[in-house]
């Protein structure tokens, strides 16, 4: 065990787990994809962002100064692209310079340069331009990218001589096994879909580790693994991709034992200055489903001290009326929705966790620990049900405002806080008079999707993820993505919607749900 | 010998010559320079292009996005760059997206990306983007650069973290051999410094070929060539670099037995669609120049055919009253100065490069060759004197307006179509009544100031490279440029100066004079 100090915070280095996640390593599989056809873009006010895919006139093959041609590859990859380049004229007397521009959806490779004007970094939009030297050349672009849709804009050849492409080629990696996913089939073809670009959008993702999102931020966040452990369970089955970053995270904690939000791989494990509340509570309770699953008693037992941890720093945000303290701080995630206050949702995740503890404890035959952790739980729930449930308005309310939100009532749900009776109509207390403050992501309306399954809401259950998952194959989803909310399909918490990822882990938990619930 | 069409010309390729330019490969020698120092720019209108470098204030040493820094490594370089980029802050969340901007010249890194209008291909402005997906990085850029200054700018990091940059290196090329250059000293500073900044010239575009600028167009022009050669062989006297580039110029004639203006030499040699009369001819004289300072029989033996078929073409132009057929195409390139006439320097050059032609056939025991050649050099220039001599004027006309211009009198003198008297007189009336049509090349400079030598002028000549050469150096010069007038330093051919090459092959020649006259 080293020590390592950063600016803001000290980090433990448990050796130990980091060996244990490097030797668990998974390998790539490779795939060699072509473009389907080459397209062009137009806009479309009734298209998604505006932008709709036509069919390219015939025209040019040969490409000079402005010129731009877009590959349609069919499906959302990741990979590598590498093409032939063909000089067309005199001999070339320039290099030529090109514009590379990847889109996961129409609209990036359709705004011109320059447009984002999001707060978060414009380096996550996938461009790149390159000099060539010496035609014919191929080039291999030494980034992996995430996309369907590939521009090239030629900058400039020379008044001498254009270029053509030829043998556009992405090497699609994964470390998902596609042949590992067990076969089923639901009724309608809707629901088939589902299951298929869930399943997309979960192999997209997985790499070395299960990233958010293989366009931004291609990294290893607790909230998505939580939900990518789920589904892998039940289809891809690479369950040591899991214990391989569960001991990533136990690895690197900071000097009270709290594992980070995200952890970042190159150049070497390091954990982001991030730690989150919800998150931090996500390690227990996906170690307790990874254990659910596999039944890896080694790893439960190795990990659970740190799992332990985190529910101990998660209790010590419980303060004397038995409610985690709220603040004006990004302390808990929950969802992008703007002006959520995140108190009872919270409140309600530490429930879930603690009982998630729980039942660990019992496994590893930590009895007293087990009974403590289940008091803790109750008394959690019994303080939620006492200070923060309004009779009148018949929601639960949050922090100093008493702010009513779905969030509140479905986590609420989703921790068991209510028995059956008062889940069911506190669920249909929603559909009938909703909340204001919504959901505008597919986490969390997983999680009303899965409180829906929970207490036998099927029907709602199905019809809630055709409308919401179905809604983005409506719009022109190849993969489920990170934000939607259909009343504002422009959504994107980061100030521009050309940023946000369109193929994110924690938004393919329909693949789950089918092969649970139905 | 094998036969390739192209799409418009047909080449003949001599794959015995190739070879023998190939087996004269030179070696690159190696040297590491660092920064001198960091620099900003500022406008001022006094300075070349109005831009001029300033001391950097005092100040950040970490940039983040829209921050930029320029390396002043204090001289002009050839090579490849290669930095450590560190991260500050948090971890870093985003890619790094950064911009490389290169400058020969201050202007280059102080105009913003985008202000460039000309037309010539933009692809040679030296700029580059680069995402870095991890950090610490070590960045090594893949092409090379022709640069004294190199501008940094960060395009985005996050908020969450900034860059700083280390170990800022550049591997500077060159097969030049510094070790070689015989020391000499003039009088004054300045001649001393003309010398220098000559030999740096020429050395920086010394590498695989002579090439004609580092920055643009990194290729082999025969008219660079030539004025190389002659400073070559007083100074480095790398003279298999230029029996190689000989050889290759004789590889790839076309059809006709015509050799390119400009050769490519990657993916493998590759005449340009470009044939110049007056470039043609210079196959001659500079393989004259080669025996005359190398007694290499061997050589001048194999390419005296293709020499003597560049003086078959050149006369193939002249007309029924003995005078080279002019007409509005780009036949002859003699200087960039717009409007220019190029009939009569095209004479005289006939007329020079036959007379090259004789002593080489003479050389060769080809005595019959040598007497026709000979007659054939005292007809064109008879016709000169008898078809395009203003005796009221007191100039040589060209063309059907019968321009009168600085080159096509210096070109005559500097052929030898006059005797010693009627040249001192010629030169002294250009210096007293000096033609509208002016001279806006070093490499036209050049062809005046050894005209003056030639003739005994060698005071007017110091003079001349003084204020000339010299003005260059007054308005920073590190590396003698490819355009210069002194009356409107703006002039570009090209639409626009960013894209001039600010160390040129044909710019080099005061070591050449100084050397050889003084």
Redesign the interface.
Known sequence: MSFQK???YSIVREEKFERKAAEALPKLYERTVTPKRMVATAQDPNALHGWKVVEKEAGKTSYG?GDEVIFDFGEHLVGYVSLHIEP??????????LEFMFGEMPVEVSEPPGTYDG??????LQQ??E?I????WKLELK?RYSFRYLKIRV?????KFTVSFHDVTCTAVTSADRHAVPARSWEGELLQELDEVSLRTLENCMQEVFEDGPKR?RRLWLGDLRLQALANYVTFGANDLVKRNLYQFAAVPNEEGRVAANL?M??KL????TYLFDYALFFATTLHDYYEYTNDKETLQELWPTAYRQLEVGLERVEENGIVRDDESWWSFIDWQKGLNKQAASQAILVYALRKGAVMAEALGKTEQAVILQLQAEAASQAAKAQLWDDEAGFYVSGEEKQISWASQVWMVYAGVLDKKEAKQLLQRLRETPPQIGMNTPYMHHHYAEALCLYGELEEALAHMRWYWGGMLEDGADTFWELYQPEDKTFSPYGNFLINSYCHAWSCTPTYLLRKYF
Do not use: C
Not at 270 to 273: K, L, Q, R
């Open positions: 950063g600016a803001a100064k067309e004229g005199s001999p070339p007397d320039a290099p030529a310079h707060w978060i970094s414009s380096s996550w790149a331009r000099h030297d010496v035609l014919p980034r900058l400039d050849t020379s008044q931020d970042f190159k150049p390091i954990p982001d200055d």
